[in-house]
Nanobody, 118 residues
Framework: LQLVESGGGLVQPGGSLRLSCAASGDSLNYYAVGWIRQAPGKGREGVSCISASGSVTKYVDTVKGRFTISGDNAKNAVYLQMNSLKPEDTAVYYC????????????WGQGTQVTVSS
């Protein structure tokens, strides 16, 4: 499985971005997918994840009500819609996948930079 993120960029506080995670080599129907971010000088933080079926989604408290994760089986992709962005959301955002039955994010994309600044 290969993952490629896109959609990052520079946005003003209060703005929106939509990150995409495009998969190839296997179907995401067999994987849970998560978005993990790493801010400068900080460790990685799990932001959101979606189950392989798409029926279960989770969010870290700091993004609840602002971010929405979704999947598109036809496009074999997962998205993260980010609204009401704050400077503290600035980070490199990675998508990662865990095969059904595994609790480990075994597959990672290269990351996409999100910068929230005026």
């Amino acid at each position: 499985l290969q993952l490629v993120e896109s959609g990052g960029g520079l946005v003003q506080p209060g703005g929106s971005l939509r990150l995409s995670c495009a998969a190839s080599g296997d179907s995401l129907n067999y994987y849970a997918v998560g978005w993990i971010r790493q801010a400068p000088g900080k460790g990685r933080e799990g932001v959101s994840c979606i189950s392989a079926s798409g029926s279960v989604t989770k969010y870290v408290d700091t993004v609840k009500g602002r971010f929405t994760i979704s999947g598109d089986n036809a496009k074999n992709a997962v998205y993260l819609q980010m609204n009401s962005l704050k400077p503290e959301d600035t980070a490199v955002y990675y998508c990662a996948a865990a095969r059904l039955g595994s609790a480990v994010w075994s597959y990672w994309g290269q990351g996409t930079q999100v910068t929230v600044s005026s």
